[in-house]
Nanobody, 125 residues
Framework: QLQLVESGGDLVQPGGSLRLSCTGS????????IGWFRQAPGKEREGVSC????????NYHDSVKGRFAISRDDTENTVYLQMNNLKPEDTAVYYC??????????????????WGQGTQVTVSS
């Protein structure tokens, strides 16, 4: 089972930027498609972005297209989520996980293993 740890969440003003990191252990990390998800209070968890093994393909929720960028560095066992032009509606706990289906199916994807603790992102003035 792939163990992942999220970090990088913070309080930021609208229009600001953050970079989240998702770090895993083990040599198998590179073979997994990794997704970022978020859950706001009172809402269901939703897929935000996903990157395939090798980084050959990516996918984004419509609400973050053009503002968020996902990338991976398999030498560091890390997937990044660069978030720009943040909006109050981006406020949520962000989770990363190995996904249980191809990144093209992000809308219905879930965790292949388990959810971690997440990292809190708060966008507020």
């Amino acid at each position: 089972q792939l163990q992942l740890v999220e970090s990088g969440g913070d309080l930021v003003q609208p229009g600001g930027s953050l970079r989240l990191s998702c770090t895993g252990s083990g040599s198998a990390f590179q073979y997994y498609d990794i997704g970022w998800f978020r859950q706001a209070p009172g809402k269901e968890r939703e897929g935000v972005s996903c990157i395939s093994d090798g980084g050959h393909s990516t996918n984004y929720h419509d609400s973050v297209k053009g503002r968020f960028a996902i990338s991976r560095d398999d030498t560091e066992n890390t997937v990044y989520l660069q978030m720009n032009n943040l909006k109050p509606e981006d406020t949520a706990v962000y989770y990363c996980t190995a996904v249980d289906r191809p990144c093209s199916e992000l809308r219905t994807a879930g965790t292949l293993h388990s959810w971690g603790q997440g990292t809190q992102v708060t966008v507020s003035s």
